[in-house]
């Protein structure tokens, strides 16, 4: 048997490091510019960020931090926090990001969970340690991100020992050299905010960080550039802001860190001083934003594009954003266990030349997948469906940078070697992929699909709803039946039948929800999802007032 043929090129790992190495050397007079928690403008460069995260690498390595050892942080996004990025994957060690928006216990158990030898944390977060050091007997120490006359006036009540990230690191000089890995070797930790259950955590390697970042810097993904000054207004604590702490040095682009103040005001200041051309968060702080921006008849002088995604951009925020602002929308489909990013709205030639009602449909959906991501959508009998567009399954996906386990799981969440997204999908013969609802939430009357997504959104079109879920409730014939769930805004005072004749020719008939309840709020998790648990069984006894008309 003749032997193969290896192709003869260099073997040089893909490492986190090397995207560091590379905006140190290549944009090493770049800026990244945060606003602190100290309430300042802080401004350094890529040289100078690779210069620290070396001394936190050599600070770490003296305290003994072992390679493939867990560090956490609990940090909004800024400077301190992308050093420790990269200066505990860099050494080797595995940077944990954890989300300080959790309900403490949940916090613990994470930081159990990962075995966390050391946690470094913004001083802002100084009541969390104090709740949750007890419940973490393993940790050996906890880092205070701030110098030591910072942490003698703010931390000086604390009960638990800190450490002064700064003194610590001030130790060292930085002359280091980032180790050759391997580069299957485990870079970051992130675990799953999860509605229901114990959190469980995705482990990246440094491949798929290296991939996933190349993958997000692509023209018809973040299409990042050298020229770019990027915000992340999605946290460094949530599936690793997307990937931008990664793409940016990968680029060379300006980094913008926002800190702990999301606000609308805050933002857009901090958008218009640095000139930022890029941005990239979930509904929420858009809806801040541009609130912000038509009550003071504001514009933006350098914004050109954002990403929307974590949750379904709403098409009138879409709108708003290209028609009264110029801002191209870029909608964004992922999760934590594919690193996040999966599907991305962007146009082909092709598509630009059809008609504008049809492209912007198009934009409307989650959108195509990146390279590096396959996907399908599967029915009931586990049969792959067609990408009619119309044939509603579950939603699956594959690629090198979609995790094959949960850290510290031994069950494997794949089926064929494909993990499910838990979300349910059409996928149309354009090849863009469409969320129509979560496999849990999902409606099914008389054995159709009903999405709930959908309704809620005709639901908080109606001038007078602030929110509104749609939750299954037991019918008697049909299963299940939608029932909405309304928050009406201030002062409003539609009624049921008002808000259902706002369905009529919007769907099907079969589709009208058959009640509505009005609510003071709505439950949601700690990063702002609905837990649309919570609700069902608030209103599992909820008797509906009428029999459907279901023609199936
Ligand atoms: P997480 O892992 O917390 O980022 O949550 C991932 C989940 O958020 C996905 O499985 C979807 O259910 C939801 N999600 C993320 N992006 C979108 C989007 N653009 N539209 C609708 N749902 C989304």
């Known amino acids: 048997m003749m032997s193969p043929l290896h192709g003869q090129m260099m073997e040089v790992p893909l490492l986190a490091s090397s995207l560091l190495s590379h905006a140190s050397r290549h944009f090493g007079d770049t800026e990244i510019v945060s606003r602190r928690i100290e309430g300042d403008i802080h401004r350094t460069t890529w040289r100078d960020c690779e210069r620290r995260a070396k001394q ?3 600070a770490l390595t003296a305290l003994g931090v072992a390679q493939g050892e867990r560090v956490g ?13 990269y200066g505990v994957s860099g050494m080797g060690a595995v940077c944990h990001t954890i989300n300080p928006r959790l309900f403490p216990d949940q916090v613990a158990f994470i930081i159990d969970h990962a075995d966390d030898a050391y946690v470094c944390f913004d001083m802002t ?11 973490c007997p393993k ?3 906890w880092i205070a991100l701030g110098d030591a006359s910072c942490i003698e006036t703010h931390l000086s009540d604390l009960s638990v020992p800190v450490m002064s990230y700064e003194t610590l690191i001030g130790a060292h000089d930085g002359d280091y050299d980032w180790p050759m890995l391997d580069e ?8 799953t905010s999860g509605t229901t259950g114990n959190p469980k955590g995705a482990l990246y390697s440094h491949r798929s960080t290296v991939l996933h970042a190349y993958g997000a810097a692509l023209p018809d993904a973040m299409g990042a550039s050298a020229s770019d000054s990027i915000l992340p207004v999605v946290p460094m604590f949530h599936v690793n802001a997307w990937g931008i702490p990664h793409a940016a040095p990968l680029v060379g682009a300006k980094l913008v860190l926002p800190g702990k103040d999301l606000d609308g005001q805050s933002l857009y200041e901090l958008m218009e001083a640095e000139g930022v051309t890029y941005s990239a968060g979930v509904p929420t702080v858009w809806m801040g934003l541009l609130a912000y921006l038509k009550q003071h008849g504001l514009r933006f002088s350098t914004l050109t594009r954002t990403v929307i995604g974590g949750s379904a951009c709403p098409p ?13 929308v870029i909608h964004a489909w992922g999760m934590t266990e594919m690193s996040p990013l999966g599907t991305l709205s962007r146009l082909s030639y092709r598509q630009k030349q059809r008609p504008p009602e049809e492209q912007r449909h198009l934009l409307e959906k989650q959108g195509r997948a990146l390279f590096g991501v396959d996907m399908k959508v599967v029915g009931d009998d586990g049969r792959e469906l067609p990408w009619d567009g119309k044939s509603f399954g579950d939603l699956y996906v594959r690629g090198p940078w979609v995790i094959d386990r949960y850290f510290r799981r ?9 993990f499910p997204t838990g979300d349910v999908a059409t996928i149309d013969p354009d090849g863009f992929m469409q969320i129509t609802d979560r496999s849990k939430d999902v409606i099914k009357s008389g054995g159709e699909w009903i999405s709930s997504i959908d309704l809620e959104n005709i639901a908080v079109s109606h001038p007078q709803v602030a929110e509104a879920a749609c939750i299954a409730c037991a019918h008697p014939k049909w299963t299940e039946r939608p029932l909405i769930v309304a ?7 539609v009624t049921r039948e008002e808000l259902l004749a706002h369905f009529d020719g919007k769907v099907a008939k079969w589709w009208i929800p058959d009640d509505v309840v009005f609510a003071e709020e709505l439950p949601h998790t700690a990063t702002g999802k609905l837990q649309k648990v919570r609700l069902r069984d608030q209103y599992r006894d909820h008797v509906l007032p009428t029999v459907a008309e279901n023609p199936i």
């Open 125 to 135: 977060f100084a009541p969390l340690v104090e709740i949750i050091a007890p419940q």
């Open 56 to 58: 936190l690498a050599q």
């Open 487 to 493: 928050v009406l805004k201030p002062g409003a005072t």
């Open 73 to 85: 942080t609990l940090a909004w996004n800024g400077y301190r926090h992308l050093e420790c990025y």
């Open 139 to 141: 940790v050996k120490g």
């Open 316 to 328: 009138a925020m879409l709108r708003i954003f290209e028609e009264e602002y110029g801002v191209q």
């Open 410 to 418: 031994d069950d494997s969440p794949l089926v064929d070697g494909w």
């Open 184 to 191: 299957r070797q485990a870079s970051f930790l992130c675990y």
